[in-house]
């Protein structure tokens, strides 16, 4: 137990102290451009993570599509569950399904990930970005705004990046030696800026109707554990893949959800930011849990 609590401190004291740091420099008011980082990861990290690692064969084709169908069923029954409790909860779903049913795997997920499994434990990560990536731009706009925003989901370049890295996967093509090189080093920036930007976007939300916070962020938790039970129950998996998916299901709400929410829904802003705040802190506790007693490391 000694040691498996040790390999879990190892886990995630780096993911919080990134995260720590990050909140750390909207404190002390560091000049921090969330746009520009955010543009560099969008364009560059994420691209760039799936050619280096899907691209390498850290998971197959058949594995990879697996992951894909799991991360919609995660959405689906996040989305379905949510919609349920929010109703009879009498929240406003218009504002609150969204965070309720995208998670974030990517600020938190993937070096998590990445960390306790390798590089097949961020190639699955990948995968769940790529689903939950499009899900923000079409269900996580259509809710608050009313429509999708299809115009912005086709400038993501990682879809066009996971289109090439499956055709690569299946034909069994390598990239060139410097230009996978080059595809590591540009994907190693991904993780720490999104570290440093979730901190520094945690510390700059306004907060507001904590107790209705604390509650959902309660009630996300015991959704994330039906999800991981249905997945890994119907879905035929290797172990190691099983342990991504099931500590993928624990994330908090994703941050990027709060944007459609704050322009849309601007009344409910402040509410939805203490759900995603709360839910946040509460990964400290759920993780390494997760990590101890519901995945084999």
Partial sequence: MTEILSHIVNIMLPVMLCVLLGYTLAIVKAPFDTKLFGSLVSNVGYPALVLSHLAKEHVEVGTFLTVVIAAVGMILIFGCAGFVLLKLLKIPIKAYL??????????????VSTLAFGAEGAAVAIGFIVVVLTAIFTIGVAL??????????????VIYAV???????????RFPQPLDQSLDILAGL???IMLLTLG????????GNLSRAVLLSVLHVGIAAIAAFVLTRVLTLDSKVENVIVLLCFMPPSVATYLAVSQYQSEEASGVAGFIFVSTLLTLVTLPLVLTYGTKL
């Avoid at 009313?146 to 400038?155: E, K, V």
């Avoid at 289109?163 to 093509?173: Q, V």
């Avoid at 520094?200 to 907060?207: N, R, V, W």
């Fill in 98 to 111: 969204a965070p309720m049913m995208l998670t974030n795997v990517g600020n938190i997920g993937l070096p």
């Fill in 144 to 157: 608050p705004m009313g429509r999708p925003n299809f115009a912005a989901l086709a400038r993501q370049p």
């Fill in 163 to 173: 289109i090439i890295a499956l055709a690569m996967m299946a034909s069994g093509t």
């Fill in 190 to 192: 991904a993780i720490p």
């Fill in 200 to 207: 520094f976007s945690l510390a700059t939300l306004k907060l």
